[in-house]
T-cell receptor, first 109, second 117 residues
Framework: GQNIDQPTEMTATEGAIVQINCTYQTSGFNGLFWYQQHAGEAPTFLSY????GLEEKGRFSSFLSRSKGYSYLLLKELQMKDSASYLCVLNTGGFKTIFGAGTRLFVKA | NAGVTQTPKFRILKIGQSMTLQCAQDMNHNYMYWYRQDPGMGLKLIYY???????DKGEVPNGYNVSRSTTEDFPLRLELAAPSQTSVYFC????????????????FGPGTRLTVL
């Protein structure tokens, strides 16, 4: 079967760094997405990891370890607008994706 | 480009009523998807389509039907609305080269908030 685990909620301070972890179990794996979803809005793409290692894109970085079934999203220099849900999403083959429930991040001043 | 558009934005239905949620994309994507998102839950795939004339069931298809007569449009039909179908519905599309390491970012519409009373 397939399973995705990520914390339900996290709180961090403006200007700080936060790491959102995701562990998964799956029989098929092509890659792992991170999406951002603001309350009441649609998810938007942040990153996609296929190989082990760190992918950096501005303030956001995503890490993948395929052997450990583990990924994290790192957000630097937090801003108030980063308050949102962050969805860990498995690409299990071709177009097939499995969405995690998401981690709600609250950024406080 | 408008991207992925959905109508209506909000709808209240009575039990047993039917309705069609509209979805269109202008990016010439071959893959399209319908998801539902319940509070505190991840998105669940209802139906998907890999091209015009081809549709298939996702994880939670019961109570829904779809059609894909054109590349652009992918409507979702609810025949007999039930309170369990109260949810937010997202349509998405992607263009994928079907290789093992395909990169297929999905582009989402703004969602339709449906309440069945």
């Amino acid at each position: 079967g397939q399973n995705i685990d990520q914390p339900t909620e996290m709180t961090a301070t403006e200007g700080a760094i936060v790491q959102i972890n995701c562990t998964y179990q799956t029989s098929g794996f092509n890659g792992l997405f991170w999406y951002q979803q603001h309350a009441g809005e649609a998810p938007t793409f942040l990153s996609y990891n296929v190989l082990d290692g760190l992918e950096e894109k501005g303030r956001f970085s995503s890490f993948l370890s395929r052997s450990k079934g583990y990924s994290y999203l790192l957000l630097k220099e937090l801003q108030m607008k980063d308050s949102a849900s962050y969805l860990c999403v498995l690409n299990t083959g071709g177009f097939k994706t499995i969405f995690g429930a998401g981690t709600r991040l609250f950024v406080k001043a | 480009n408008a991207g992925v558009t959905q109508t209506p934005k909000f709808r209240i239905l009575k039990i047993g009523q039917s309705m069609t949620l509209q979805c269109a994309q202008d990016m010439n994507h071959n893959y399209m998807y319908w998801y539902r998102q319940d509070p505190g839950m991840g998105l669940k795939l209802i139906y998907y389509s890999v091209g015009a004339g081809i549709t298939d069931k996702g994880e939670v298809p019961n109570g829904y039907n779809v059609s894909r007569s054109t590349t652009e449009d992918f409507p979702l039909r609810l025949e007999l609305a039930a309170p369990s179908q109260t949810s937010v519905y997202f349509c998405a599309s992607s263009y994928s080269n079907p290789t093992a390491a395909s990169y297929n970012e999905q582009f989402f519409g703004p969602g339709t908030r449906l309440t069945v009373l």
